[in-house]
């Protein structure tokens, strides 16, 4: 049924939304209101330059950097803006640290919120049904489904990002990482190991995100 | 409040697609709507809250990928 839905919406929506953005965005750059170019820029910079690699940045450095780790855990926002990233929807940002007895998850079960600034723009599945309605009520489960599974004595802490507030998972560094660079061990952290659905291992990821 | 857009604790939703590999924008228009809303709040005509409302203006009975695709478009 899911995947009826799904198939749906592929082909029934796709076309008239596609016309009345289209028109909008006409209507809006006849007014003077919009600049088509800003709108490429903007589409660009999220497409290109903004994304989870700038939150394995900031992973990366509290790993190797225990005064930076410590900034990053009482004033988040002002540390990751240390490394530049500031911004839309990264305005009020807390970073919570995962422990070998304590794991934390973040979800928004209002809508999609989400750090702009340090992983670019939330995948599918962090917006769907499925995960906002799970994440809060069976979060084991919920790992479960992400091949993740936790020992029971493993507490799982999980944040909703409410209002203005957004979050960001400071995984555990892999045992075994001791020699590697700050940026050897950035390219490890995936997006999902920052929102904490999954951990950092040493081996590279297949589908790296 | 309770429904697509408070859904915490909710049953019966699925299985969640984990799947990792996807595009930032999955359509033009999704890209295209997107940046407009964002160019268009740096003109300061609503709210967060006003942008939060216009979202829950859509109902819970369309359904939830529908909701995913009209976002961007009504509430940025």
Known sequence: ?209 | MNGVHDMGGMHGMGPIRTGDDEPVFHERWEARAFALALAMAAWRKWTLDGSRHQRELITSAESADELLREMGYRAG
Request: glycine content about 6%; hydrophobic content about 40%; some cysteine.
């Open chain 1, 1 to 209: 049924m899911r995947a009826a839905q799904h198939d749906h919406s592929h082909q029934a929506v796709p076309s008239d939304l596609t016309l009345r953005v289209k028109a909008l965005e006409s209507l809006l750059v006849e007014k003077g209101l919009v600049d088509p170019a800003a709108l490429d820029a903007l589409i660009d910079t999220y497409e290109h330059k903004v994304g989870p690699r700038n939150g394995a940045r900031v992973v990366a450095r509290a790993w190797v950097d225990p005064a930076y780790k410590a900034r990053l855990l009482t004033d988040a926002t002002a540390a990751i803006g240390e490394l530049g990233y500031t911004g839309t929807q990264g305005e009020h940002m807390i970073v919570v640290a995962n422990g070998p007895k304590v794991h934390n998850l973040v979800v928004c079960t209002l809508c999609s919120c989400y750090p702009w600034p340090v992983l670019g723009l939330p995948p599918v599945w962090y917006k769907s049904a499925p995960y906002r309605s799970r994440a809060v009520i069976d979060p084991r489960g919920v790992l479960r489904e992400f091949g993740l599974e936790l020992p029971e004595d493993v507490e799982i802490r999980v944040w909703d990002s409410t209002s203005e507030v957004r979050y960001l998972v400071l995984p555990e560094r892999p045992a075994g990482s001791e020699k590697l660079s700050e940026e050897e061990l950035a390219a490890l952290v995936t997006r999902n190991a920052m929102i904490g659905v999954a951990k950092v291992t040493l081996l590279q990821p297949g589908a790296h995100s």
